[in-house]
């Protein structure tokens, strides 16, 4: 007798989208944990696509850095003495070992195991005694450099030499939304945690404002209808739906001073899902944003922030206004964190399978399109 091969991963991911969005049903189990799986999203993902560092208005002085891992790649962001955003490996030429860590400011990048000293732009500034070594060329030991953009404020990090640049990829977010310019917005508060669930589960529960009424009954559920949203098609490089605000939180509101806003631009709430794992909430008052990287099949590493419009950051009430979304959407993590850690539980019971999507959920069916189009079956 034959024993039939499983289907692989990649295998039941195309199988899913190879149907119309009406019907469309949640993505196999096995996209979510599948250790192989995740093993061609680093890869085919990850390696290849723009990933958001974080805001570059956070590194505002020469040497000050942060750090990131893309792809099992060790990576350095940082503020050169020219005023530019570089990015560079963050591996020393010697013997390997990690030079930064966290974030911070430095005048020089110091290897913490032999001393070996690089310059902001990573070239080798100097090495102690190598000099008996006949194959030591200083000038070629510089650290490797990383494309790094800076897009609407966003510093986006790639080890594909040959990605599109964002400002290209992403042009028609400025089309979309040309009114809220995200480079005057200024990041005021940022943090980073680690979720017990897959990525892809916590980017599409940002991607859905279906389970708002349930999920955030006790915070952000009640302050917009459901019968309200619009959910259209989006792009190849990014997902998309908007809300529309009442005026429980003043911050997503257009500031009173504010004269160029007008109708529903003034209370209008984007949430933008740019692939693969950069979630942004705009509102004419403040944005928020969560940028993801996988720490297995079960875990995900989260860089959470949020900041101001210029001109909300220019009231007399802002740190007052600031603070109460701040613990607003701190709740909200907490529910979030609850409602995406028991996806991933369920994901793991042999019992369950996906069901039919929603037309609330358009914008899930199209991150499965996207992941299909990088991942080869």
């Known amino acids: 007798m034959t024993r039939h091969q499983p289907i692989s991963a990649a295998a039941e991911l195309h199988a899913n989208v190879a149907v119309p969005f009406a019907q469309a049903h949640a993505m196999p189990k096995s996209v979510y944990t599948s250790p192989d799986f995740l093993d061609l999203e680093q890869r085919h993902v990850f390696a290849k696509d723009w990933i958001c560092a974080g805001r570059a208005e956070t590194l505002p002085e020469p040497g ?3 750090t990131l891992t893309i792809a099992g790649e060790p990576v350095i962001v940082l503020r050169d003495r020219e005023g530019g955003i570089r990015a560079l490996s963050n591996v020393c030429r010697h013997r390997m070992s990690t030079l930064l860590q966290g974030r911070g400011s430095v005048r020089s990048i110091v290897c913490p195991y ?4 690089y310059n902001l732009d990573g070239s080798l500034r100097g090495a102690a005694a190598m000099g008996q070594n006949e194959d030591f060329c200083k000038e070629k030991l510089g650290l490797p450099a ?3 953009e800076v897009w609407q404020g966003w510093i986006m990090v790639t080890l594909n030499p040959e990605a599109p640049l964002p400002s290209v990829a992403l042009k028609g977010i400025a089309d979309l939304i040309p009114y809220l310019d995200m480079s005057t917005y200024t990041e005021t508060y940022r943090e980073s945690f680690n979720w017990a669930t897959n990525w892809k589960v916590l980017a599409e529960n940002f991607m859905e404002s279906y389970h708002l009424p349930m999920c955030h009954a006790g915070t ?8 309200e949203m619009i959910c259209p098609e989006g792009t190849e490089a990014f997902n998309y739906h908007w809300i529309l605000k009442n005026d429980s939180v003043p911050l997503a509101l257009a500031h009173p001073s504010n ?3 007008e109708g529903e631009e003034r209370r209008k709430t984007w949430l933008l899902a740019i692939y693969p794992s950069l979630l942004i909430t705009l509102t004419p008052g403040y944005f928020w944003y969560l940028s993801l990287t996988p720490d297995g099949p079960g875990r995900v590493n989260v860089l959470f922030g949020m900041g101001m419009s210029a001109d ?4 007399p009430q802002a740190e007052a206004h600031l ?6 959407l ?3 993590n907490v529910e979030d964190k609850g409602c995406t850690e028991k996806v991933y539980r369920g994901l793991l019971s042999g019992l369950a399978s996906p069901g039919p999507l929603s037309h609330l959920e358009r914008p899930n069916f199209e991150f499965a399109q996207y992941l299909a189009s990088r991942i080869p079956a």
């Open 114 to 117: 032999h001393a070996w000293t």
């Open 220 to 227: 952000i559920g009640g302050a917009s209808n459901l019968n």
């Open 323 to 328: 603070a109460s979304v701040k613990a607003l």
């Open 146 to 148: 990383i494309r790094a």
């Open 259 to 261: 004269t160029t806003l």
């Open 330 to 332: 701190d709740d909200v």
């Open 64 to 66: 000050d850095y942060l």
């Open 312 to 315: 909300w950051l220019a009231d």
